[in-house]
């Protein structure tokens, strides 16, 4: 069925103004993409190597904070800094698990404490939408605020909010946002549904393993959107899909002609493709099918053998490509298939999560 | 494109009635829902009321259509948001560009908390279909893959004000000719998380809430769904009875506190200014407010401070229908949406139940009778949350 | 008082701030420590689960929890034995 676009009918560039990403790499502060890459696998898990979150956090807020908070802070930050901006226009994330391991703490309490003399702090920590509130108290801002909540489709939601939000002009800069956290009764639970790999694998393994499964992996990756090129801009976002459920390989190709073509772009002028393969041979064969029959020839690049796979995983993939953008190079890390070319002007970022749920992000150098 | 947005329908169910007549009809008999928990099992069953949908979730599953080992979250979602769609008369869900916003604060957690006690005992143990829908976005998907509705299907969750969100996103589709028509509102369903959650902030009431009173002594939690129906200018003439339209909307947040609201209810004061702004209506064309009015010592003083500075002297008729409801979270925004944009076609005006004393910070009481047939062209409706999170809606007539 | 100062620190999770720091008359709210009404909600729990005093109306934290010697003296005052 046919999917209108929002880019089409813009009038406007949406410049990435600065980003900021807190994930399994160090990758915590400004520059470019990390020169030394060794993301810790716990097994079949992968868990953010956390900075030094009181770079942003005064120590008095830092200690009614979780994990998860702190990684959406930091990012949040770091993004802001880099665009120039104190207060943005706009703090819209996206999160498909919101804060898990408060969550897990509360409801154990409840369990073991037969509803008894439970305390408050880890309950009003636990609502999804207590990273965004707390990026507004820590920056006073008044401004619109608001937290997506839809699997893999977090960090897209809140991505069309942004853009819709930035294209009736009132707003200059909008903060947004995608983060998950992997906690231990997460990552058991999910394990007991048989989605990561049962032996051992490295990062340079994963994406040849041709086995099921993958690794499980977390982070938080913010963006300063607006309508403004900013002294750090070097990527504009060009365009933005999603797909719920294709019914087959073919329906998905036909689906990025489709998107190409409304935007005017030529299967040739993608310099780089950037996909979600995650090392699950089942699930990679969507990749396999894009890449054989719409990208035979391009560079390919890939991201979640780095930061594992989670529900807002494509926002860390989005960051990887403002970075290759910013640089112009393809990090040997990243790179897949083909090579790095001389000019990367045009990046496409296909990731789907599960099989069911596809997009399509495409970034414009500036 | 005008870009206007149209409430083509609306859909609700909650602890006062089964569908929207039923809970019209509780308005008109003063029926308040708050009483004994019947249907959750909790430590705390005798302690504070709650106002629970009445039907258990086999009643619930076959009025839905649905499996009845699913969630009570999803199952309130799919009766109110087919109760909306139908009352459109609009026919097959398929032959338009159709979307679902919804909003939701617990997700799946009704079912997690009871896999959790066994998993606890033994990482092994407990059922897995009991964690599969887990997800604030799972049941929404649930309810969507049930409706028909494929694209365009998304979940908000910004604690009580979510459900304002989601129509506020719903017009946004609209307007950018994304799709034609959103299905927009919200769902919660008690559980033992919440009710312990909200416990520990001590701001639950022993008895009957009393919103807006200066004895009010905390809310009542409750649970249900509602929805609107958005449909774009163009397809107007299809509904068989327009509703009113969506004029205004604006979301701000207070940055003042985690839970609490600011004294002088600054996010508010925003949220409300900015929904007029959009509208162009000035404070004194809004002839009634549905207030957020949870009953809470520091919501009610907030809002009613934050209405003073707006509106003073022109204070219209206003009412907290969670007096009747409790306060259903997540599913709040969009069941007081309905609740709302109904009194535009209608002139209803909703009643505060357990009404006495005037608070002493505000010059102004609530109305405490239900009547029909008033001149009511606009319509605010205030949800104000955890995380600071502010919205305010208008609905206006044609 | 020692042995309250420890349990504050543990109960709020006050990241580096040593028990022996806190003054006894130190301004516990706003100022000093510069806790809020979620820390005033977990040292109700804190009475309750260690001394098994309960507290009904959340209105009575400012005063009882002004200062750890006032929090102390509280105690004495309503402890009873298990």
């Known amino acids: ?366 | 494109m005008t870009g206007e947005v149209w409430i083509g329908g609306g859909g609700v169910i909650c602890g006062i009635g089964d569908n929207l007549p039923a809970c019209i009809d509780a308005f008109r008999n003063m029926a308040t829902g708050a009483a004994t928990m019947e249907y959750l099992s909790s430590a705390h069953r005798g302690t504070y009321p709650v106002v629970e949908v009445r039907a258990d979730n086999a009643a619930l599953a076959a009025r839905a259509g649905m499996p009845a080992h699913i969630s009570r979250t999803a199952l309130l979602s799919k009766i109110a948001a087919q109760e909306a769609w139908d009352s459109t008369g609009l026919g097959e869900l398929r032959n338009y560009r159709v979307g679902f916003v919804s909003a939701n604060t617990v997700g799946g957690m009704d079912k997690t908390e009871d896999f959790f006690a066994d998993y606890l005992q033994d990482p092994q143990s407990g059922h897995l279909n009991q964690v599969l829908h887990h997800e604030c976005g799972s049941i929404t998907e649930l309810v969507a893959d049930a409706l028909g509705i494929r694209h365009h299907v998304t979940t908000i969750s910004t604690a009580c004000s979510s459900g304002a969100n989601a129509l506020m996103y719903g017009a946004r589709l609209i307007r950018n000719n994304m799709v034609d028509i959103v299905i927009a509102g919200g769902t919660d369903a008690l559980t033992r998380f919440t009710l312990n959650g909200f416990n520990t902030l001590m701001i639950l009431d022993q008895e009957s809430c009393r919103p807006f009173d200066d004895t009010r002594k905390g809310l009542n939690l409750g649970e249900g769904a509602g929805y609107v129906v958005l449909v774009k200018d163009e397809l107007k003439e299809l509904i068989r009875t327009p509703w009113c339209k969506l004029s205004g909307f604006a979301n701000a947040n207070d940055a003042y506190h985690q839970t609490a609201s600011s004294p002088d209810g600054i996010g508010n004061y925003l949220a409300m200014k900015g929904a007029l702004e959009m509208s162009g209506l000035k404070p004194e064309e809004i002839d009634y407010i549905n207030l957020h009015g949870t009953g809470t010592q520091n919501n009610d003083s907030s809002e009613g401070l934050a209405i003073e500075r707006l509106f003073s002297p022109h204070y219209p008729p206003l009412s907290s229908t969670k007096s009747f409801t409790g306060h259903t979270l997540g599913a709040s925004g969009g069941i007081e949406a309905v609740f709302s944009a109904l009194a535009v076609r209608e002139g209803y005006l909703y009643p505060n139940a357990n009404f006495g004393t005037r608070m002493k910070e505000v010059p102004f009481t609530p109305v405490t009778a239900f009547s029909e047939g008033n001149k009511v062209q606009h319509v605010m409706s205030n949800s104000f949350g955890f995380g600071g999170n502010c919205s305010s809606l208008i609905f206006s007539i044609s | ?82």
């Open chain 3, 1 to 82: 008082m020692a042995a309250l100062k420890a349990q504050i620190v543990e109960q709020l999770n006050l990241q580096e701030v040593k028990p022996e720091e806190i003054g006894d008359d130190q301004p516990l709210f706003k100022e000093g420590l510069g806790l809020d009404s979620i820390d005033a909600l977990e040292l109700i729990v804190l009475l309750q689960q260690n001394y098994n005093i309960r507290i009904a109306n959340p209105d009575q934290g400012p005063e009882i929890f002004r200062s750890v010697r006032t929090m102390a003296e509280f105690i004495t005052a309503h402890q009873t034995k298990q």
């Open chain 1, 1 to 366: 069925m046919f999917q209108p676009y929002i880019f089409n009918q813009l009038s406007m560039s949406i410049y990435i103004q600065g980003t900021g990403c807190v994930s399994p790499l160090e990758t915590a502060a400004e520059g470019p993409f990390p020169a030394v890459v060794n993301p810790a696998y716990d097994g079949a898990r992968l868990k953010v190597s956390d900075p030094d979150y009181k770079q942003w956090i005064d120590i008095k807020q830092i200690r009614r904070m979780s994990r998860i908070i702190k990684m959406g802070v930091a990012a949040a930050k770091l993004s802001l800094q880099e665009a120039g901006v104190q207060k943005p226009d706009a703090i819209i994330t996206g999160t498909a698990y919101g804060c898990l391991d408060d969550t897990g703490v509360f409801l154990s309490k409840m369990i073991n404490q037969q509803e008894e003399m439970l305390t408050p702090t880890s309950f009003i920590q636990s609502t999804h939408n207590t990273v965004a509130g707390q990026i507004a108290l820590m920056l006073s801002c008044h401004a619109y605020n608001n937290t997506f909540v839809h699997k893999g489709f977090s960090f897209e939601s809140a991505l069309l909010d942004s853009i819709m939000i930035l294209k009736e002009g009132k707003s200059k800069h909008i903060l947004m946002g995608g983060m998950d956290e992997l906690t231990t009764h997460s990552f058991n639970i999910i394990s007991r549904f048989n989605r990561f790999k049962k032996e051992p694998v490295t990062h340079n393994e994963l994406l040849h393993s041709a086995t099921p499964g993958t690794v499980a992996g977390e982070g938080a990756a913010c963006f300063v959107l607006g309508t403004e090129k900013g002294d750090n801009s070097h990527a504009r976002l060009t365009g933005l899909t999603t797909s719920y459920k294709p019914g087959s390989t073919a329906e998905i190709a036909a689906d990025i002609i489709a998107f190409l073509a409304v935007h005017e772009i030529a299967q040739e002028d993608i310099d780089l493709l950037i996909t979600g393969r995650n090392g699950d041979s089942e699930g990679d064969i969507w990749y396999d099918h894009v890449e054989r029959t719409l990208f035979p020839d391009q560079a390919v690049g890939c991201f979640k053998h780095l930061c594992g796979e989670y529900p807002t995983a494509v926002s860390f993939g989005m960051w990887v490509g403002c970075k290759v953008l910013s640089s112009g190079h393809i990090p040997a890390d990243v790179l897949f298939k083909g090579k790095t070319s001389e000019k990367i002007k045009k990046v496409l970022i296909y990731n789907h999560y599960k099989g069911t749920h596809h997009s399509l992000i495409l970034l414009t150098g500036c």
